[in-house]
């Protein structure tokens, strides 16, 4: 039977998640009655978000052809579960809606869709809305692209008009799986995986060549694991057994391994030991940090065995232990983005009854040491292996002495914003603030530009995605991709607390931003610590030098309130001994803060 490999790649909310119902509704894969919106959403967090989150693969029939369909996220944060899809894919079908036009995140899939050397089919969606200009849209896809006006498509996914072209295309253009040079054995390559509770870990796996059969035994290359192949099958969108899976087909391998870590994404399972892997996927850079720490002490073995099982199911996911003088044992977590960093945290709570607390996100950066004795200034787990005087850092706790820095290096983008002409005043200035460089500008259409830039990415982590959609009336997308780091005048900047500084609270910032972040955090603190009886000044300092401070005042007893008249001295006699009393708590005294307080300050 001859066979099509091919995903569904789009901006977000141009309806891939539609067009892939339509299909499997048209091929008669499932009953009218079973079918629902977004079917190949199966996440509740999905379905209550509106988003697609993980890849999820479909088996349909069409003409006699087996197609395997590949429903991928459109959001930035999982563009690694759309990277993964295309490897596994000859084809893909590029979605426009027909009201927005060429956003963003279209440029992004696209260009990574090019480098994987897939077919691309154009295709015009939702032609049914009043807002729809097929004609204006044609024109930027046909500049993009390169190709001719009628080899776009127009459909509407919602209606289902003209989804039996898309897969009449599919058939015509897309090639069928590419022959290897047989090794002499079988050969898959992992997409996906998760864990289930019954049979173990199950393998998403694309058959480059060979055929697997129920009961044999098989090896995981990377891993070096042996396995044995207890179920096999594909997706339709469930599982459904098959007796076997040939060449170039997407499927399922349930490996029946208990082990969260040996099977891992972009792995080969193999019928021999000895045979060459295939070529994974490359190796992903988290973008983003932050702690997560179990609300109960006692939690914490419970929380690192929700964060294994996970980890296989988001290969993006990266984790290591850490402590932090507040909150005692957690660990410290590389994210995508802050969306991905969100479903991490809902999944944790919701699979897996995890009671988190997760401090405020941070970046990556690179300390250049100019002491010989390195392991001194940082642990040594954070040395880089290639530059062992150089120290890769996501916690400020672990930032050296400024005397033991040669430079810091921090990671920069580049970001790429599609918005009205109107609009991009407001984006520049909006970047400018973020310490962003402009590198072009060009225009989709009359009304519609393209701005590049670079910029840090600790400047767009955390709240710039909704500045941008404020700044251009909900109009403006954008994307980003890492381009490497740069030295940059970034300094540690730490909280004192009566002098003491108070290390879970210290941050890394840029020397001129210092002064700003400094005074949201001694405000913040000045309203959330409780009083104590003496004045306690709290500071944000770089190094010796202060650069911004609150003073939260004593909690005043009325000591003059039992007196009933007679001459002021007696008044001002209490007032003096209070005032004494005061001065030398203060020289005593100490401040703890409470876990609130900390809180309110960590979280974002």
Request: proline share 5%; hydrophobic share 40%.
């Amino acid at each position: 039977m001859e066979i099509r490999n091919f995903c569904i790649i789009a901006h977000i909310d141009h309806g891939k998640s539609t067009l892939a119902d339509r299909m499997i509704e048209m091929t008669g894969t499932l009953q009218k009655r079973e079918m629902k919106e977004q079917l190949l959403d199966t996440m509740d967090l999905e379905r209550e978000r509106g988003i697609t989150i993980k890849l999820t693969p479909v088996r349909m029939q069409w003409k006699g052809v087996q197609l395997n369909l590949i429903d991928t996220p459109g959001h930035t944060d999982f563009r690694y579960e759309v990277s993964r899809s295309l490897v596994a894919c000859e084809g893909a079908i590029l979605l426009v809606d027909c009201s927005q036009g060429i956003q963003a995140q279209t440029l992004a899939v696209l260009t990574m869709a090019m480098e994987n050397d897939l077919t691309i089919i154009p295709v015009l969606n939702k032609i049914d809305l009043p807002a729809a200009d097929p004609e204006r849209v044609s024109e930027e896809v046909m500049k993009l692209l390169g190709c001719k006006k009628e080899e776009i498509l127009r459909i509407s996914a919602k209606e289902g008009r003209g989804v039996p072209e898309v897969l009449d295309k599919v058939i015509e253009l897309i090639p069928p799986p590419k022959k290897f040079a047989q090794a002499g054995g079988t050969r898959a390559l992992i997409f996906d995986a998760i864990m289930d509770p019954y049979r173990g870990a199950v393998a998403y796996v694309r058959v480059v060549e060979g055929k697997f059969t129920k009961g044999d035994k098989a090896h995981l290359l990377g891993t070096k694991t042996p396995v044995e192949v207890l179920d096999l099958g594909h997706f339709s969108p469930k599982y459904a057994s098959d007796p076997v899976l040939n060449e170039g087909e997407i499927g399922y391998i349930v490996t029946g391994s208990k082990d969260v870590r040996s099977v891992r994404t972009g792995d080969t399972v193999a019928s021999a030991e000895d045979l060459l892997a295939l070529p994974g996927y490359k190796e992903v850079q988290p973008m983003v940090f932050a702690g997560l720490y179990p609300s109960e002490a006692d939690a914490y073995p419970d929380l690192r065995e929700a964060l294994e099982k996970l980890a296989l199911n988001d290969a993006a996911l990266r984790f290591e232990p850490e402590h932090n003088a507040a909150l005692g044992n957690g660990f410290r977590c590389g994210f995508l983005g802050l969306l991905h960093m969100d479903i991490v945290q809902e999944r944790l709570e919701r699979e897996h009854d995890c009671d988190l607390i997760i401090t405020a996100p941070s970046v990556l950066y690179e300390v250049k040491l100019a002491v010989r004795r390195t392991a001194e200034v940082v642990r040594a787990s954070l040395l880089k292996a290639d530059e062992p005087d150089t120290a890769r850092i996501s916690n400020p706790a672990d930032f050296p002495d400024p005397s033991c820095i040669a430079e810091v290096r921090e990671p920069w983008v580049k970001l790429e914003i599609v918005c009205r002409a109107q609009d991009i005043g407001a984006a520049m200035t909006l970047v400018g603030e973020r310490r962003g460089v402009q590198q072009g500008l060009s225009y989709l259409d009359a009304d519609r530009a393209l701005l590049t830039f670079e910029v840090p990415l600790q400047g767009i982590v955390l709240d710039f995605f909704d500045l941008l959609k404020s700044a251009t009336s909900g109009y403006g997308s954008m994307s980003y991709d890492p381009i490497g780091y740069r030295s940059g005048d970034l300094v540690k900047l730490q909280i004192l607390l009566l002098g003491d500084p108070a290390d879970a609270l210290s941050t890394i910032v840029h020397r001129s931003e210092a002064h700003h972040v400094g005074g949201i955090i001694c405000k913040k603190l000045k309203e959330v610590m409780p009083k104590q009886q003496f004045q306690i000044p709290i500071q944000a300092a770089i190094g010796g030098k202060i650069v911004a401070r609150e003073t939260l005042p004593a909690y005043r007893k009325d000591v003059t309130g039992y007196l009933y008249g007679g001459d002021v001295t007696r008044k001002n006699k209490l007032l003096e001994k209070q005032k004494k009393g005061k001065k030398r708590m203060k020289k005593m005294g100490r401040v703890t803060l409470t876990q609130e307080a900390f809180l309110s300050v960590l979280k974002r």
